[in-house]
């Protein structure tokens, strides 16, 4: 199971992340393919076309440095920033809802190892 | 990319820049060839793959391209991986992809070269080439 307090942690630098940015559709974490010691960040919003990855990228990084420190941020390994229209994203809102815990799964091609859907919401 | 070939454009961006990794990766470990003829089962799961977020942590520059490295630095690194999943090789298989377009792959190559902060720049600098 993912650590409570990491949870607990990432939830408020989601939190923080949807007042600066926007909504968000989708925010998972997975430990996947050859990375299994260190966490993919998947966040999805319908601002993802609007807002230069860059600053997505920093805002997130900024979330996640003030909140789960400089330790949780070396335990991750990778952000992906996705329009709700990638087909990962429609792929994980179909079958995932927000709270799900997933292990050993195979989604688009992709071993998920280990995960936790912190929200998943499809706007509609 | 002149030709408007996105689908190889893409695919030979992902073996330029894997080239770049095991190139790094001797030069940190001190190795003259890269060691991918080994008998040594465990060495080639390390070394021997096509993921390029595996490479980078053989590199010896996670603390760079990772999210906890310089922000410059690190956004490119993402972004240009979320076309490169760990199977990418296996793209030449199956072409039109939806998402390789002028507009993605000109990107792919700012990330990769153009920029001034650009990945294969960076590599350069730390490596001393």
New interface residues.
Partial sequence: MVDEDFLAKLHIALGEFEKSTGPVALFAVFKMDELTDKWTVIVSGTWVEQLPFQEMFTDLRQQLLDNLGKEGLNSIARFGIWSTNAHLVELILRKYKTGDYLEDQRINGNQIHEGYILKAESFE | MQASDWDAASYMMGYALETALKAAACKSLHLAEYPERTGSSETKTYFM?H?L??LLIVSGM?HIF???GP??F??????F??FY???WVSRRYSLNNPQLHSISVSRLYEILYEDRDSIIKKIQVEQQW
């Fill in positions: 793959t993921d977020s595996q996670s990772e999210p906890s922000p410059e690190s956004s490119k690194w993402s972004e991986l979320q999943p760990a199977n």
